[in-house]
């Protein structure tokens, strides 16, 4: 057995909410918008991702709320940028790990 545990426990709570919050479809996909051009307003993002005005702005607000997203006022638009260092780190592992599954043993 391992020293360190998996997620500590004074962790457990947050590391849930923050998968929890990256367990969403629409999230991720809001969040690859972002990727490839850095820096979208609500408006380029619903279109971007086929969502309303008003579900990119929620799932947006939740993403900020936890602090992987910021937003920028310019006039009367918002202009939405990743914040989280770690987010590609952890996209990358995830879908390594998914696509290594996809493939099956090695032969």
């Not at 020293?3 to 629409?26: E, I, K, Q």
């Amino acid at each position: 057995m391992p020293d360190v545990p998996l997620v500590p426990s004074t962790l457990l709570d947050a590391a849930a909410a923050r998968f929890r919050l990256l367990g969403d479809p629409t999230r991720l996909r809001l969040l690859r918008a972002l990727y490839d051009a850095d820096e979208r307003t609500v408006q380029e993002l619903a279109s971007d991702t086929g969502q309303s005005h008003a579900n990119t702005s929620k799932h947006l607000r939740q993403l900020a709320e936890a602090g992987v997203v910021a937003g920028r006022r310019d006039g009367l638009h918002v202009h939405y940028r990743i914040t989280d260092p770690t987010l590609r780190a952890l996209c990358d592992l995830v879908c390594d790990a998914l696509t290594d599954e996809e493939d099956g043993p090695a032969s």
